[in-house]
């Protein structure tokens, strides 16, 4: 598992439920960056397509999979948000009564704390 890249193209929603409303997409990268594949080193460009919020925010950080929370570094942003700084507390939720097609049912919530 170490050293695996994981590209994705992912839905942003405003919440983990199935139907729940789209924001707009995620695109970036992350790599197993410990033996065990506890820690991802992850970057990605959270895009809004919605709302009024037709800008974007892009993160960096390490993803800590067992840990109860992880922070990511806000590193800019276009739009209403160029030059924000903060942070951003990841949580991952789990993934209950949703259909699964993909092998995949990571589902994580992230809530952003900015200055811009």
């Known amino acids: 598992m170490f050293g695996t890249l994981t590209v994705f193209d992912d839905e942003l929603t405003e919440g983990h439920e199935l139907g729940s409303g789209l924001l707009g997409k995620a695109q970036g990268f992350y790599v197993a960056s410990s033996e065990d594949g506890s820690s991802q080193t992850i970057a990605f460009t959270a895009m809004f397509q919605s ?8 993160f960096f950080g390490v993803h800590r999979v067992a840990a109860s929370e992880s922070h990511l570094a806000v590193m ?7 030059n ?7 949580k991952t939720i789990p993934a209950t009564n949703q259909h699964n097609t993909d092998g995949v049912d990571t589902v994580l919530q992230f809530t952003a704390y900015l200055t811009y």
């Open 76 to 82: 800019g942003g276009t739009g209403k948000y160029l």
């Open 84 to 90: 924000a700084k903060g942070y951003a507390l990841v």
């Open 51 to 58: 709302g009024g919020y037709a800008d974007s925010l892009t």
